[in-house]
């Protein structure tokens, strides 16, 4: 995974997402990071936009705050709407420096004392909240997001500079939150001042939170620099590394580029941002290079506890590494992605806006999945059955009636239990899975009974004996068919069994057997 970072030398870039994950995962970034002058009012085309992307976690009304360093806001009024595009989303400004942000996806009812009764979908749209602020001195200015315990998480973005001298000259690409190793790309530390630098000078270079450097980058220098610097990590602290000036350069200008810098996160770095410390010369920057999200590895497995059917649009749930996203696949098609809640638990629901699933068994698969590739890895499966549950046989113990779906019919054979064997009645059974009495025949001098399938195969069972043929094969029965009030009556199971109905789908409530029939 690779990010992009530029680093001058008398000034650092820091576009972060600092993200502690309150009760949310959800990604922030701004639009721009611009140089300025200091007390500019940011407007117009050269205002950033800090974009809070759409989580499935955004189900309720939340507020969240924003806090400025170096900069303070200008909205005229305490109270209000940021702008069309944003409706369902209002603020209160607290201070010159602070602002509550609320956001009503509910059902249009003020609930978040926001005084909108606007509805916002967070949950599949982006958050757009210009910076309308003036940024006030020398340095960077940015803006906190704090989650207040909403599904929003915590977040810092610097989105402006104002440079100590003309010397320094900055640019930037945006970065991302990291839950692991981290490859980044073009670090750069560029000096425009027409000053030469000795030999042996060196560009020192820190990382915070217990994060190491790894394998040392690729560098290349131009100008003054020009294969003219080398990278050294410490040998004693693998934080801390420096780039060393080989010769006294030309007083011109010059940068540095460092290219595939390996940050080693795992097992040391807490949550939050890592910083990277450039000093030369008696200045010190800082910039944010990498937001470790310290979530349960993808090493935790995937579970799926349970399958809760409702008709043919069943809801799944189970267990995952917080931090992560799922993707479900339902016969090896995929129906979407979505998040691991902060308690490691997920859910998802077939929508009703899809078609339906056909009754049958269907395979469900969930992965963890990776957006910024599109790939998956650690999956599993479970099988799951989608009936109409109209076409289901209900028995009772007792009851001179059976059941299909809910409509009840009348019979005058009852069921009963002999040897701890449940015996039915053959020809009424066979008659509900679709067999007419002109295909059940009776062999009275051979005492056996033949069925012929709704797939033409035929089933042969003789009264008293210890197996039944299936076409060409032969069963062995634990207990016989036998006559009983001049009716035929079966081993349920014998019976099922022979239809080739699994025990999986006959189960027994309260003294009653039911029978799942997929048609």
Known sequence: MKNFFLLPLAAFLSIMVINSAAFGYTESHV????????????????????Y??????????????LVLTNAKWKFTSDIGKFDSSNPGVTYKRTDNSSIIVYVNVADGVNDTSSGNDITFDAANN????????????????????????????????????????????????????????????????????NVAV???????????????????????????FLENVKFVKNSSDASKAVVKVINETDAESGSITLEDLELLLEGSTEY??????????????????????????????????????????????????YGYKLMLYIDEVGYGDFSVNKDSTWSITYKDNIPPLSEGIHEAKVAYYRESTGKTQGEVTKEFLVNDASNDISIKIGESAYYVGTKAYSYS???????????????????????????????????????????????????????????????????????????????????????????????????????????
């Open 272 to 321: 939050g941002g890592v910083e990277l410390t450039l000093e030369f010369d008696g200045q010190k920057q800082v910039i944010t290079v990498a937001n470790y999200q310290k979530a349960s590895s993808t090493n935790t497995p995937v579970v799926i506890e349970n399958i809760i059917l409702d008709g043919v649009r069943p809801t799944f749930s189970g267990t995952a590494a």
């Open 52 to 65: 809070i992307e759409p989580s499935a976690d955004h189900t309720s009304d939340f507020l969240f705050e």
């Open 413 to 519: 054979d009852l069921i009963y239990i002999k040897n701890d064997r449940t015996m039915l009645p053959l020809r009424l059974i066979s008659n509900l899975l679709g067999i007419s009495d002109s295909d059940i025949t009776w062999n009275d001098s051979l005492k056996e009974v033949t069925l012929k399938r709704t797939d033409g195969e035929a089933v042969s069972l003789a009264i008293g004996g210890n197996y039944m043929m299936v076409g060409e094969r032969r069963a062995v029965v634990d207990s016989p068919a036998e006559i009983k009030n001049s009716r035929v009556f079966v081993p349920l199971r014998v019976l099922f069994n022979a239809f080739d109905i699994s025990d999986e789908y006959i189960k027994w409530e309260n003294n009653t057997v039911k029978i799942t029939v997929i048609k």
């Open 198 to 224: 000795s030999g042996g000078a060196e560009f020192k270079l820190s990382l915070s939170n217990g994060a190491k450097f790894g394998d040392s980058p690729k560098i290349t220098g131009t100008g003054k």
């Open 126 to 193: 982006a958050i757009e909240i210009p910076l309308y602020v003036e940024v006030l001195s020398y340095g960077e200015a940015s803006v906190k997001i704090n989650s207040l315990n909403s599904t929003i998480s915590d977040a810092t973005h610097a989105f402006a500079y104002v440079p100590y001298g003309e010397t320094v000259s900055i640019s930037y690409q945006t970065a991302y939150t990291v839950t692991e190793n981290v490859t980044i790309d073009n670090i750069i530390i560029k000096d425009d001042r």
């Open 31 to 50: 639009s721009k990071y611009v140089k300025v002058k200091a007390e500019t009012v940011l407007t117009g085309s050269g205002q950033p936009i800090l």
